[in-house]
């Protein structure tokens, strides 16, 4: 049996200068011990070894109580038999298997390793992932500090066809009334306290698959709702409880694992049914207060939908002494917007913001390195949800100048937001009204050339370089030349 274990020694070195000054951080040395609970459903084996072979590597002995690996009914043979080999003759004796005999999910995976873990801190991790040099020590020391609260790493980008490691941005979790999380900026304000960019981060929501908390902290929280089934919401769900329950949530930036992305996901549902739904619907009944109106307002039809049975969770939100969801949103997520009845004073829209119009950074032509073409709208640049496509640069033409302000929004001939729908990310970008309140429409350029989209941490990318329709869609970042942009005077 010959299993490749790809295991970038150097990926290290790719991380920005931030590193650096994390390296200067020192850690104590009582941290408490980690559990690492990894879920995995017909996962590549050599994906799974990566994760596991990064997680012996790059964690103290001391601070690795054991590492739990949950198989939640895969069909792959290589998961059985030759797995249990290569543990047993290459591994130390920190690693458990559990098989689940029935198809469980994640979110219920997740329980059951817990279940079985004796270390105080578990720790998640998503079955595809590289932890980064010190990527525990972060972690457990803001644990120790405060038992309630709960952390997670930033979320580093590995690409799928080449392994390629590359550090991400820092951003925070947000969500949508669709109750799609997203990725959001971080407030300037966040930043710049005597650590600067090294300190933790505070952060809304979490996305969910890689974060560490208290074991104790854990089961007193009400681990998952065990009625919400496979994979979606669950992640909102314990942000909002962490957040409204007493608890703090915060990313760590000088804690790194890179995880692979891929395009489809391969923890689909059993027969396919929409579990995102369903467990959206939970949650919105349990923590969202008058503001499930919110939700239900863009899914009319999810009105009269069953849901299970969520009386334990509504007595756990009692017993827990949970704060009101309209405290979260003045709290912790200020920056959400509201309509209808319970809408705070709006932020005016871009077109009415008058002297309070974001200052212009930039104004040029948003110019495609590969193909000497420029991004423009497919039709009117006036017409509203139009899509952008790639023409021949006209240096004459007001319909292909950008403006590109300090809010992070791309503004076509002074009109209209270059704008990605945060709940089909399938979708292409498209022109929409700029609505001001950042996220689907703000974008950064970044190393490489490349047009970052924030919320849903995608790069913009060419369909096909050769092909004349010029088409463009997001696309996990890889600084290939399809997704290098410049926008010029
Ligand atoms: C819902 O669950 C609770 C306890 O989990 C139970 O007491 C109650 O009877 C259930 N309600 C319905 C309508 O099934």
């Not at 709702?225 to 992640?235: C, K, L, Q, R, T």
Request: charged letters at 25%.
């Amino acid at each position: 049996m010959v299993i490749v274990v790809f295991l970038s020694r150097y990926n290290a070195l790719t991380v920005t200068s931030l590193f650096c000054r994390c390296k200067d951080k020192s850690y104590r040395t009582d941290l408490p011990v980690a559990s690492v609970i990894i879920c995995f459903y017909n996962e590549a084996l050599s994906a799974l070894l990566r994760t596991v072979h990064s997680v012996l590597d790059r964690t103290p002995a001391r601070l690795l109580h054991e590492i739990i690996l949950v198989d939640d009914d895969s069909d792959f043979d290589d998961l059985k038999g030759e797995l249990d080999e290569y543990i047993q003759k290459y591994l130390t004796g920190k690693i458990k298997v559990i098989r689940n005999t029935k198809r469980e999910g994640l979110i219920r995976g997740r329980m059951i390793g817990a279940a079985h873990a004796t270390g105080e801190v578990l720790v998640f991790l998503d079955s595809h992932c590289e932890v980064n040099v010190l990527w525990l020590q972060p972690l457990l020391a803001a644990i120790r500090e405060d038992r309630h609260t709960v952390v997670c790493p930033v979320i580093d980008i590995i690409s799928a066809d080449t392994l390629a490691y590359s550090a991400s941005p820092v951003v925070r979790g947000g969500f949508n009334w669709g109750l799609h999380f997203r990725w959001d900026l971080v407030p300037l304000s966040e930043l710049e306290g005597p650590e600067g960019a090294t300190a933790p981060i505070k952060s809304p929501t979490m996305a969910g698959g890689l974060f560490a908390m208290n074991r104790n902290y854990f089961n007193e929280l009400g681990q998952y709702d065990s009625g919400m089934d496979i994979w979606g919401g669950e992640n909102l769900e314990i942000s909002f409880r962490i957040w409204m329950c007493g608890g703090k949530l915060f990313i760590i930036p000088c804690s790194r694992v890179g995880h692979i992305f891929r395009k489809r996901r391969p923890y689909g549902s059993p027969e396919g049914q929409d579990t995102m739904t369903h467990n959206s619907l939970r949650l919105a009944h349990v923590w969202l207060d008058e503001y499930k109106e919110q939700y239900f307002s863009l899914r009319p039809d999810l009105r009269t939908r069953s849901y299970g049975n969520i009386s334990e969770r509504v007595e756990l939100r009692k017993k827990l002494d949970c704060k009101s969801f309209k405290w979260y949103l003045d709290n912790i997520y200020p920056e959400m917007q509201v309509s209808g009845p319970n809408a705070k004073p709006q932020q005016p829209i871009f077109i009415n913001r008058g002297p309070k119009r974001p200052k212009v950074l930039q104004r040029g032509r948003l110019y495609h390195l590969q193909t000497n073409k420029c991004l423009a709208a497919q039709g009117r640049p006036s017409q509203k949800g139009g899509l952008v496509v790639l023409k021949a640069c006209d240096y004459g033409d007001p319909d292909q100048i950008w403006i590109y302000n300090e809010e992070h929004e791309l503004i076509l001939n002074n009109l209209l937001c270059l704008d990605m729908s945060e709940t089909r990310s399938s979708d292409p970008p498209r022109l929409m009204k700029c609505h001001g309140s950042g996220g689907s429409q703000q974008w950064t350029f970044g190393r490489n050339n490349r047009l970052y989209q924030v919320s849903v941490g995608q790069c913009l990318s060419v369909v096909d370089p050769l092909s004349p329709r010029g088409s463009v869609a997001m696309a996990i970042c890889d600084g290939s030349s399809p997704q290098q942009w410049r926008l010029e005077d």
